[in-house]
């Protein structure tokens, strides 16, 4: 079975400062993980995604995410914040069929100006 | 391309009413997933189809809701009858099986008030 564990449900950083939003997983098997976005009154948007290719993972916004299997981590940074970050950030894992997909409790994100 | 489409997006309705919720997925995609938001409880999975076949509806809450999808392009949430504990917002969310490395991939969501 597979799961995921965001530490911190809330994070502030300045405008300008660097982005550390951290996700641990648990996966008995390689696992597809990934970071979606959602904006105030909005759907979720996918961030980035893992899928066994590079271990470090460019997405969308300036944001990227490194899978460490040692660590079992996909902690999702970005160098300098803007404050369009300002948002809530879900870390997801799933299973190579795609049928066990699970979400973690999610980190909101505050950019301070 | 069109994303998922929900309908409605928000829906005010009084206590025992039944409330039904619709989903669109995205043309090919062959498995839909409904969850729930709430701050209390964040996001909650309630019932997954893959060709268009229930196959996890553990996390519906209760016989008060059901879901449907008659066909790949349609998928219908019912709340019958419905409580003021059932406000939250309802996404639906699509994804191919065969690339389940692609995610899923989620719709603006159903804002439903029950007073």
């Known amino acids: 079975a597979q799961s995921v564990t965001q530490l911190g449900s809330h994070v502030s950083v300045s405008e300008g400062a660097l982005v550390l939003l951290r996700c641990n997983y648990s996966s008995s098997v390689p696992p597809y993980l990934f970071w979606y976005v959602q904006y105030p009154n909005q759907g979720l948007q996918l961030l980035l995604k893992?899928?066994?290719?590079?271990?470090l993972v460019k997405g969308i916004n300036g944001f990227e995410a490194e899978f460490k299997k040692s660590e079992t981590s996909f902690h999702l940074t970005k160098p300098s914040a803007h404050m369009s970050d300002a948002a809530e950030y879900f870390c997801a894992v799933s299973d190579r069929t795609g049928n066990q997909f699970y979400f973690g409790t999610g980190t909101s994100l505050t950019v301070i100006p | 391309d069109a994303g998922v489409i929900q309908s409605p997006r928000h829906e005010v309705t009084e206590m025992g009413q039944e409330v039904t919720l619709r989903c669109k997925p995205i043309s090919g995609h062959n498995s839909l997933f409904w969850y729930r938001q709430t701050m209390m409880r964040g996001l909650e999975l309630l019932i997954y189809f893959n060709n268009n076949v229930p196959i996890d509806d553990s996390g519906m809450p209760e016989d008060r809701f059901s879901a449907k999808m008659p066909n790949a392009s349609f998928s219908t949430l019912k709340i019958q009858p419905s409580e003021p504990r059932d406000s939250a917002v309802y996404f639906c969310a699509s994804t191919q099986l065969a690339g389940a490395n692609n995610g899923q991939f989620f719709g603006p969501g159903t804002r439903l008030t029950v007073l």
């Open positions: 893992y899928t066994s290719a590079a271990t």
